[in-house]
């Protein structure tokens, strides 16, 4: 993987991205099971930015795009 793309993506996480665990079983929430925690990594930017999620999305050969709306926005 290029190098240079993989400096920039890791200050652009660090601005704008976050890591975070979810947990598949809704039942087990307050206990720490392996086998139902995932880990999620999150970048958020306004629709204007949605080819450049693109492109981030492409040069790591996965990911999922969201859209939404927030307050009218």
């Known amino acids: 993987m290029d190098t240079c793309f993989l ?30 925690k995932r880990a999620e990594f999150d ?7 949605i080819k450049l999620l693109q492109y981030i999305q492409v040069k790591l050969g996965f990911g999922q ?4 709306s927030k307050d009218g926005d």
């Open 7 to 36: 400096t920039w993506l890791v200050g652009f996480i660090e601005g704008d991205g976050s890591f975070w665990t979810r947990d598949t079983n809704v039942g087990s929430k307050w206990s720490f099971d392996s086998q139902t």
């Open 65 to 68: 795009i969201t859209t939404f």
């Open 43 to 49: 970048i958020t930017q306004k629709a204007d930015n």
